[in-house]
């Protein structure tokens, strides 16, 4: 069973090969997982292991190659700054801006640059820069500019990013309360700017929903889709999705979680011009080994982990719940559909949300558990009740917010109502976060969990997934 499903899963394969010949190298200095995954691939079979094995030892070698020369902290430097994007900032004392990138010194290392003074460089190009460089962990480094000097011939999409979400953000503020325009700006941005709204949603485990992932490219597909499907053929429908997915993915960056979503919407559409239908674990694999490659380093990013995770959790456990809930919520077929009186249909209808409901929200969670107790020690019980429905009613805040747009732009008296109904929706759900339930108001608390059980948890889980599809929980 294991070796038939990497035979209808290269990309998977490939993918977590490359991902663990870089790790090792640059953040677990062991080849105990490296060689543990060979040593599954041994028993799978002879070509699995040859190709894992392969793909491997590209990655120490890649990551050796770009990596090896990483400098220390604490040391003046001058050398070029090459910006990827900038963020409004804000600290406990004062608000900036902060400046994500590049560092060539002549190595290249991933770099921050925080900016709280007047007159904010622009970053719309290359900077020379003299400084003083401090390392925060492996490889993540932030300067402290001293001397800063603007580079002819050079560009970035960073400052045009930047100068489109500040209007869209005006736009809201003009339309929307300021709370609504908060969330909604957070939803569709990924910037959180109000500290407390990041604390509620922390607090009843919806952070999520705050950073840009594969649920806010499914919302804008779903929105767009039905929206050209009115009067575009499929090809044309399909060929638009393409260019608005790439307009929005330009529009919010490229931050791991942001770029898997954006890979794999890809390739679904793709396919979908191709007349294929790919499988989703495989294209997680696709994601997985084209952002490897892209950034080695994006396999420390905590959006990284937690969007393949969940995605791969999501793909592999949600089918095995869903079978187990039909116990509780059962499926009906159209002829007893047919046969039930007028109000029952309603009632299948709730029992199928809560089946799906609780079978996404268990998926999800039995693979994220580990992780986000590593990360925040933390694990709120309201996230198990707060999922079941929150992201569906977010979702539909983003389509209220998306038809108020184009209204707006065809006739403004009917958006400026769009945007009146919108804001009260948006602020009805905002008040659920900030006043949850004070009895279920409690969180599993650990203050250490190894990294090494976190990767033994999910490898160990993964290949029981995979053994359980033969006894027919799929």
Same mark, same amino acid.
């Given at each position: 069973?294991?070796?038939?499903?990497?035979?209808?899963?290269?990309?998977?394969?490939?993918? &977590? #090969?490359?991902?663990?010949?870089?790790?090792? /190298?640059?953040? =677990?200095?062991?080849?105990?997982?490296?060689?543990?995954?060979?040593?599954?691939?041994?028993?799978?079979?002879?070509?699995? *292991?040859?190709?894992?094995?392969?793909?491997?030892?590209?990655?120490?070698?890649?990551?050796?190659?770009?990596?090896?020369?990483?400098?220390?902290?604490?040391?003046?430097?001058?050398?070029?700054?090459?910006? #990827?994007?900038?963020?409004?900032?804000?600290?406990?004392?004062?608000?900036? /801006?902060?400046?994500?990138?590049?560092?060539?010194?002549?190595?290249?290392?991933?770099?921050?640059?925080?900016?709280?003074?007047?007159?904010?460089?622009?970053?719309?190009?290359?900077?020379?820069?003299?400084?003083?460089?401090?390392?925060?962990?492996?490889?993540?480094?932030?300067?402290?500019?001293?001397?800063?000097?603007?580079?002819?011939?050079?560009?970035? %999409?960073?400052?045009?990013?930047?100068?489109?979400?500040?209007?869209?953000?005006? %736009? !809201?503020?003009?339309?929307?309360?300021?709370?609504?325009?908060? !969330?909604?700006?957070?939803?569709?941005?990924?910037?959180?700017?109000?500290?407390?709204?990041?604390?509620?949603?922390?607090?009843?485990?919806?952070? @999520?929903?705050?950073?840009?992932?594969?649920? @806010?490219?499914?919302?804008?597909? %779903?929105?767009?889709?039905?929206?050209?499907?009115?009067?575009?053929?499929?090809? &044309?429908?399909?060929?638009?999705?393409?260019?608005?997915?790439?307009? /929005?993915?330009?529009?919010?960056?490229?931050?791991?979680?942001?770029?898997?979503?954006?890979?794999?919407?890809?390739?679904?559409?793709?396919?979908?011009?191709?007349?294929?239908?790919?499988?989703?674990?495989?294209? =997680?694999?696709?994601?997985?080994?084209?952002?490897?490659?892209?950034?080695? %380093?994006?396999?420390?990013?905590?959006?990284?982990?937690?969007?393949?995770? +969940?995605?791969?959790?999501?793909?592999?456990?949600?089918?095995?719940?869903?079978?187990?809930?039909?116990?509780?919520?059962?499926?009906?077929?159209?002829?007893? =559909?047919?046969?039930?009186?007028?109000?029952?249909?309603?009632?299948?209808? *709730?029992?199928?949300?809560?089946?799906?409901?609780?079978?996404?929200?268990?998926?999800?969670?039995?693979?994220?558990?580990?992780?986000?107790?590593?990360?925040? @020690?933390?694990?709120?019980?309201?996230?198990?009740?707060?999922?079941?429905?929150?992201?569906?009613?977010?979702?539909?805040?983003?389509?209220?917010?998306?038809? +108020?747009?184009?209204?707006? !732009?065809?006739?403004?008296? *009917?958006?400026?109502? *769009?945007?009146?109904?919108?804001?009260?929706?948006?602020?009805?759900?905002?008040?659920?976060?900030?006043?949850?339930?004070?009895?279920?108001?409690?969180?599993?608390?650990?203050?250490?969990?190894?990294?090494?059980?976190?990767?033994?948890?999910?490898?160990?889980?993964?290949?029981?997934?995979?053994?359980?599809?033969?006894?027919?929980?799929?």
């Amino acid at each position: 069973m294991h070796r038939l499903f990497w035979r209808g899963n290269p990309a998977l394969l490939l993918g &977590v #090969s490359l991902l663990l010949g870089t790790s090792s /190298y640059l953040y =677990l200095h062991s080849p105990l997982f490296p060689l543990l995954w060979l040593a599954y691939l041994f028993f799978v079979g002879p070509l699995h *292991l040859f190709r894992g094995a392969c793909f491997i030892l590209f990655g120490i070698a890649y990551a050796l190659f770009l990596y090896s020369g990483a400098p220390d902290g604490g040391r003046n430097i001058e050398g070029v700054f090459s910006i #990827s994007s900038l963020q409004p900032h804000q600290s406990p004392f004062q608000k900036g /801006y902060l400046y994500k990138g590049t560092l060539r010194l002549p190595e290249a290392i991933p770099c921050t640059m925080s900016w709280s003074q007047d007159g904010r460089p622009s970053a719309q190009c290359d900077y020379w820069i003299r400084g003083r460089l401090e390392q925060r962990g492996p490889f993540q480094y932030s300067v402290k500019a001293k001397e800063l000097k603007p580079l002819d011939n050079t560009w970035s %999409l960073a400052e045009w990013r930047f100068r489109m979400k500040e209007r869209f953000r005006t %736009l !809201l503020r003009n339309n929307l309360s300021p709370r609504a325009a908060a !969330l909604l700006s957070s939803l569709v941005t990924g910037d959180v700017e109000e500290r407390s709204l990041r604390y509620e949603f922390n607090r009843v485990g919806l952070q @999520h929903l705050l950073s840009i992932s594969g649920f @806010h490219f499914a919302v804008v597909i %779903l929105f767009c889709s039905g929206f050209l499907g009115l009067f575009l053929p499929e090809r &044309v429908k399909l060929w638009t999705l393409l260019i608005a997915l790439t307009a /929005y993915f330009l529009f919010v960056g490229s931050a791991p979680a942001v770029l898997r979503s954006f890979i794999t919407a890809v390739l679904y559409l793709v396919g979908k011009l191709l007349r294929r239908q790919p499988a989703g674990i495989n294209l =997680l694999g696709c994601a997985i080994l084209f952002e490897t490659i892209l950034d080695p %380093l994006a396999g420390a990013h905590i959006g990284f982990q937690l969007s393949f995770v +969940s995605c791969a959790g999501l793909l592999l456990l949600f089918p095995l719940y869903e079978k187990a809930l039909q116990t509780f919520f059962p499926k009906r077929s159209l002829s007893e =559909l047919a046969a039930m009186t007028r109000l029952s249909p309603f009632g299948h209808l *709730l029992s199928a949300f809560l089946r799906k409901g609780l079978a996404t929200t268990l998926a999800v969670n039995t693979a994220l558990l580990p992780l986000l107790l590593f990360h925040f @020690h933390s694990f709120p019980l309201l996230s198990l009740l707060y999922n079941l429905f929150f992201p569906v009613c977010a979702s539909l805040s983003i389509i209220a917010l998306l038809a +108020s747009l184009i209204a707006y !732009l065809i006739w403004a008296p *009917l958006g400026h109502l *769009l945007f009146t109904l919108t804001g009260f929706w948006t602020t009805q759900l905002l008040d659920l976060v900030a006043y949850p339930p004070l009895l279920l108001d409690r969180s599993l608390q650990f203050s250490h969990i190894p990294a090494a059980f976190c990767l033994l948890y999910l490898f160990a889980l993964f290949l029981l997934l995979i053994h359980f599809r033969k006894r027919d929980f799929f």
